[in-house]
């Protein structure tokens, strides 16, 4: 089963309930999708060993060989070729896509591709837990493109389990991770930003037609209702994990709460229980 931890929102507790599932099942492929922010393995404990380079191509232009027609400016749909009329256009490559597009249509043929490094693949393990992680190159804004490399090296290592710690919000860079999903597990709080982009995110899910269902975190900090959003999308609550200090004193460590909270481990043990009743 390939389980996708999200939430519409950061800060719900999306990573530290990812990290409670793989440790209480070491067995299962842990994978950091927040490939923005991925800190998955600090709360495994787990360090690199290995990366794996993730590159792109991205257009350059032949100077000596471009007769300023402007072409490739109009044909890109990104925007990531400037002309002003004349002149060489210039590519702005944080914006290019490499979707090949522009090569095609330039007439004299002065358009190739160079492959430029936009993140990597770390692997690691640690405990008999094995983990990957994409990571962002700094200033690359290619994020769904390092999430489905991330994805391929994690097909390449025969696991039947995943436990995908996802980007949070509703935009690309989720919609690419729950691609992968046999069901979506969503991290929300009851509070009003809880309820509002927990709204989002099963329209998302729904969208997508991915079964979902539900985890609240920090119960007692809010008492803003979400059954009704439950019956609505036709979804369960399937665990609720109160706030407590300890909770966030560990998080500020770089620990898991699995680890240290005697109750969360349990509830998280519980968690599982509903996953395999409601969805194997």
């Known amino acids: 089963m390939k ?14 309930i990812s990290a409670s599932l793989v440790l209480a099942r070491p ?8 490939v923005e922010e991925p800190n998955l393995s600090i709360l495994l404990g787990c360090a690199e060993t290995e990366a794996l380079s993730v590159t792109m191509p991205s257009a350059k232009i032949d100077g000596s060989a471009c007769i300023s027609c402007g072409t490739c400016a109009k044909a890109c ?3 990531a070729i400037a002309w002003l009329g004349g002149g060489i256009p210039v590519i702005n490559g944080s914006l290019c896509r490499g979707c090949g597009l522009c090569s095609r249509v330039c007439p004299p043929g002065a358009i190739f591709e160079e492959e430029q490094a936009v ?46 710690d996802c ?44 079964p979902s269902a539900l985890v609240i975190n920090k119960t007692g900090i809010g008492n803003v209702p979400l059954e009704d959003l439950c019956r609505r999308f036709g979804t ?14 560990c998080g500020a460590r770089g620990e898991s709460p699995f680890k240290t909270d005697a109750g969360w481990a349990e509830t998280t043990r519980s968690l599982w229980s509903e996953i395999e009743r409601r969805f194997s």
């Open 167 to 210: 980007p949070p919000g509703t935009a690309c860079p989720v919609a690419a991770s729950l691609r992968h999903a046999d069901m979506a597990l969503l991290v929300t709080e009851p509070t009003p930003f809880g309820r509002s982009d927990l709204e989002g995110m099963l329209e998302l899910t729904a969208d997508m037609r991915i």
């Open 27 to 34: 067995r299962v492929l842990a994978i950091d999708l927040d």
């Open 119 to 164: 993140g990597e693949v770390r692997s690691g393990k640690c405990g008999g837990i094995s983990f990957l992680e994409g990571r962002l190159r700094v200033g690359s804004v290619n994020t769904v493109h390092v999430i489905g490399e991330t994805v391929k090296k994690a097909e390449t290592l025969g696991a039947s389990d995943w436990v995908m």
């Open 236 to 249: 369960e609550i399937l665990a609720r994990f109160p706030f407590s200090r300890s909770a966030a004193e």
């Open 77 to 79: 749909v990104y925007g």
């Open 3 to 16: 389980i996708a931890v999200a939430s519409g929102k950061g800060g719900t507790g999306k990573t530290s």
